[in-house]
């Protein structure tokens, strides 16, 4: 039984892989450590995979590359996928449209094609609550239309859904795409709000507040997107021509795994400043292209299918970073 997981170093996956050996299964990680955000952060989360657990095993490979994929899989007989590598970032695929071509699009085929020729018991990926792009109708459900993606990274996060839909279709492995919903807490990426705002507000520096702080987001705690993961892994969707979440036919699913709490941004500033003890000093700065303004996860297929059930709130989340962060960058 080993365990494939993308994008191990990332934030979500090193955080996976860890719950996935804390409870005795081998795990084989995968990440090719690019530079989009300081890789040292990512040797870190290796490393500390790597000191706790001996069944974890980590090479640095690029999963668009077939040859390398095939090499870091090394004749071993992979249950299951969890695909959470990725260039992940809405900003940036404004100014890097083909980072995401070739680790989202070209990526995903190759994870396609492992699970294909592995005969996987279960593919699970990551999507993203940016498939739904400015929607006028909230909570936003997995049975609404998202075909007006306003970013290129929602556009290879819908085009995923559909690349496995055609393979889950076709060759009948059993898949769930999962659209995770603003994902924050320790070991976080530092080209999130939460990192960014933290660093600034301890430097004492100003706060970039785009649409006046306006934008209402679904964060969601780590803790609870790993459980989800987990709950959704163990939960490979039946092969039985029935209509599952998302619409599929086929052995496909698709679930939010959203808070059901949006926040105004402005909300996540004052709790970063309460736990900093300050009160941060704003920016304010119009709306960035690519942006949406709003999310907020319908999560009952998660709740009924998964038995998922997020219980951090953004109050208690909040602080439990910053204590993580100061820590981390000495802050
Ligand atoms: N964090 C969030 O709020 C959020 C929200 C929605 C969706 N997602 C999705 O969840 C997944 C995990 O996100 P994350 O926040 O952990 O991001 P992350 O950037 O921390 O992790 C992604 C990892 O994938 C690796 N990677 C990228 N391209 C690769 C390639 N071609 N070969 C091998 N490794 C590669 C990167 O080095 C990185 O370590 C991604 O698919 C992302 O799009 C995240």
Excluded at 28 to 39: E, M, R, S
Excluded at 40 to 46: F, G, M, N, Q
Aim: hydrophobic share 45%.
């Amino acid at each position: 039984m080993t365990i494939l997981v993308t994008g191990a170093a990332g934030f979500i996956g090193a955080h996976v892989a860890r719950a996935l050996l804390a409870r005795g299964q081998q795990v084989i990680g995968i990440d090719n450590l690019n530079a989009y955000y300081p890789v040292a952060l990512k040797h870190v989360r290796i490393a500390r995979l790597i000191g706790a657990h001996p069944a974890f095993r980590f090479v640095a490979a690029d999963f668009a590359d077939q040859a390398a994929l095939a090499a870091a899989i090394d004749g071993t007989a992979i249950t299951a996928i969890v695909h959470l590598g990725a260039q992940a970032g809405v900003r940036y695929s404004i100014e890097a449209p083909r980072a995401y071509a070739h680790s989202n699009l070209v990526g995903q085929l190759e994870i396609l094609e492992l699970a294909r020729t592995q005969r996987v018991a279960h593919l699970v990926y990551a999507s993203s609550s940016s498939v739904y792009g400015d929607a006028a109708k909230l909570p936003l459900s997995v049975a609404d239309r998202a075909d007006r993606p306003v970013s290129f990274y929602a556009a290879t996060k819908r085009a995923n859904e559909l690349m496995s839909e055609s393979y889950a279709h076709l060759y009948r492995v059993p898949m769930t795409g999962l659209r995770f919903f603003t994902v924050y807490g320790p070991w976080g990426r530092p080209d999130m709000a939460l990192w960014r705002f933290t660093e600034r507000v301890l430097r004492g520096e100003a706060l970039p507040l785009y649409n006046g702080g306006a934008m209402q987001r679904d964060f969601t705690y780590i803790d609870d997107i790993v459980a989800g993961v987990l709950a959704a892994l163990d939960r490979p969707p039946a092969d039985d021509d029935s209509e599952k979440p998302g619409g599929y036919l086929s052995p496909h699913a698709v679930y939010n795994l959203g808070n059901d709490q949006p926040e105004q941004l402005g909300a996540l500033v004052e709790l970063i400043g309460n736990a900093c003890g300050t009160t941060p000093v704003l920016d304010l700065q119009p709306m960035q292209p690519g942006d949406v303004t709003a999310t907020w996860a319908d999560i009952g297929p998660a709740r009924r299918d998964l038995g998922y059930a997020p219980a951090t709130p953004l109050a208690v989340g909040v602080p439990a970073f910053v204590d993580w962060y100061r820590d981390y960058a000495g802050a």
